[in-house]
C-alpha cells in the first residue's frame, strides 16, 4: 500500500533516529572502559592540578588572547582600510599580508616570533610578548577580512549624508561608517575571539616556565606529574569551554538584537 | 495628526545663497547624463526639477554639491566655485544641506546626535550648543519630542524630517533635495512637504528633485524640466505645470497627473 508523503516523512524520522541509537550502544559496547577510567576519566587524582589551573593556566590563556585579540582588532582594521584604499599599494600590501598570514600554520608564525626575529635582530622578547605578536598578527589576517566585510555592508548613503554634512573622509570613516561597521561583524568577531582563544595554545613552542603555562601547557604538565593518564588534559579542555561557550552565547544575543533593530 | 508647526512666516529669516551652473556636463563612459546644463538659482529662490527617471534631475543636484564629479562646466554655490580643483570641498559642503530620499539617517544615532555629530566634529561646536541647536531644528520639523528615538524607532515621515533637521543644523545657506517624498508612505508625505513649505516661507534658497507636482505648484517660484540630460523647459511653476508649451513636457505633465489614463490613439 502506498504511504502518503507525511507517513514516508516520519518513517524516514524512526530510521535516522534508530541510526544513531544502534551506532551509540555499538560505541559504548566497544568502549575498553576499565582503561578509561584510569586513564581519562581518572578524576580521583588530579586535585593537585586546582587552583593553579585557574590562577595560572586559565589567567594566562586570557592573558594571551587578550593581548593578542588587540594586536589583531588594530591589524585587522588597518588592513581592511587599506584593502578598500583607492591607492593601489596599499591593496597590494594588505592582500599579500592577509593571502600570508591566513595561509601558513599558525604554528609557523609562533616559531617565526619566538624564535626567527629574535634572532635576526639580536632581541629577547618575553612570551607575552611573542604571543600577543604572533597571535595578532595571524587574528589580524582573519579580522581584516572580516571587517572589509562589514566595512562594504554599510551603505553608501550612510557616507554621502556624512560628507553631505561636511564631514572629511576620515571623519565620516571614524564616526560613522566604522562603528556600523564593528555592528555588523560583531558576531563573525566574536568567531574569531574563539579561535584565538584555541590558538593561544601553539605558545607551548617556546619553552614555558611554570608561571608561564597556560591551559593546554598546563594540562600537558599534569599528564606526566599526576599519573591520571589524559585525565589532566580533559579538565584542559573543560575549560577552554566555560570561556568559548559564554562567547558563543554572548555571539547568538547580538546576532538576535541586530535582527531585530533591521526593520 | 500633524504635529509640523505651521504659519512661520518669517521670510528672510535665514542667509541664502544662490547657484549658478554654467554648461554643466556629466558622463558615465560613454553615457552622458548631463548634456549642458545652464541653472542659475537667486538666493531665497525655490526651484523644482521634474522630468522623467533617467532625465539627469538627481544628477545635477548631486553635482551641485560634488557627490558626483561634472566632467564640465562650472558649479558657483555661495562664494565658492565648486568646479575649481582646488575648492575647499568639506567647506564648501557645510553651506549646502543635502536631503535624500532613502533618508540616509545615522542608524547608530539617536535623532538628536544625528543632528548634533557633524555640528561638534566640523564646525567644533560644544556639546551643549549643538543639543540647543539641534533641538531647534527638531521642533522646527515637528519632532521635538521624539529627539531620543533612534531611526528605526521612527517612520519614514519622520525619518526624512529628522534628516531635513540634521541638514537644517549646520545652519546651510541652500538646501537640496532629492526626492525627499518618493520612498514615503502616501499617509507622511504631507508632513515633509509641510516642512519644506516652511522652510521655503523662511526664505531658503532651495533645488528640489520632486515628483509632487501639487508641491511644485505651490512652493516653487520656477519649474524646471528636464529630458535625456538637457533643460527642455523652465518658467514660472503654475505655468509650466498648468500650460506647458513643449510637447516633451505636456506628455510628462499627462501621465503623471493622470497616471490612470491611457493613451489608446497611440
Known sequence: ?263 | MNDVVQNADDRGAVKAAGVAITDLRKSYGSNEVLKGITLNVEPGEVVCLIGPSGSGKSTLLRCVNLLEQPNEGSIHVGGFEATDPDVDIDKMRRKVGMVFQQFNLFPHLSALKNCTIAQTKVLKRSESDASAVAMRNLERVGLGHLADRFPDQLSGGQQQRVAIARALSMDPELMLFDEPTSALDPETVGDVLAVMRNLAREGMTMLVVTHEMGFAREVADRVVFMDGGVVVEEGVAEQVISAPTHNRTKEFLRRVLDPTHIDIAE
Open chain 1, 1 to 263: 500500500m502506498a504511504m502518503t508523503a507525511r507517513q514516508r516523512a516520519r518513517v524516514s524520522l524512526y530510521v535516522q533516529a534508530g541510526i544513531f541509537v544502534v551506532a551509540v550502544v555499538a560505541l559504548i559496547l566497544a568502549t575498553d572502559w576499565k582503561t578509561i577510567s584510569t586513564s581519562v576519566f581518572n578524576f580521583g587524582k588530579i586535585g593537585p592540578m586546582f587552583p593553579d589551573i585557574i590562577l595560572v593556566g586559565l589567567k594566562n590563556t586570557l592573558i594571551y588572547t587578550a593581548l593578542g585579540f588587540m594586536v589583531g582588532l588594530s591589524g585587522g582594521l588597518l588592513l581592511a582600510l587599506m584593502k578598500l584604499s583607492s591607492f593601489p599599494l596599499y591593496r597590494w600590501l594588505a592582500t599579500g599580508y592577509i593571502e600570508f598570514f591566513r595561509g601558513i600554520p599558525a604554528l609557523l608564525v609562533f616559531i617565526a616570533f619566538g624564535y626567527g626575529v629574535p634572532l635576526a635582530f639580536g632581541v629577547s622578547w618575553n612570551v607575552t610578548v611573542v604571543a600577543m605578536i604572533s597571535l595578532g598578527m595571524v587574528a589580524a589576517a582573519y579580522i581584516a577580512e572580516t571587517l572589509r566585510a562589514g566595512l562594504q555592508a554599510v551603505p553608501k548613503g550612510q557616507m554621502e549624508a556624512a560628507r553631505s554634512l561636511g564631514m572629511p573622509q576620515w571623519r565620516a570613516m571614524v564616526s560613522i561608517v566604522i562603528p556600523q561597521a564593528f555592528r555588523i561583524v560583531l558576531p563573525p568577531l566574536t568567531n574569531e575571539v574563539i579561535l584565538l582563544t584555541k590558538d593561544s595554545s601553539l605558545i607551548y613552542v617556546l619553552g614555558l616556565t611554570a608561571s608561564q603555562y597556560e591551559l593546554t601547557k598546563f594540562g600537558r604538565d599534569g599528564i606526566s606529574s599526576l599519573g591520571a593518564g589524559l585525565t589532566p588534559l580533559l579538565v584542559a579542555g573543560a575549560f577552554y569551554l566555560v570561556i568559548t561557550i559564554p562567547l558563543s552565547l554572548l555571539a547568538r544575543k547580538f546576532e538576535s538584537r541586530s535582527a531585530r533593530t533591521k526593520r
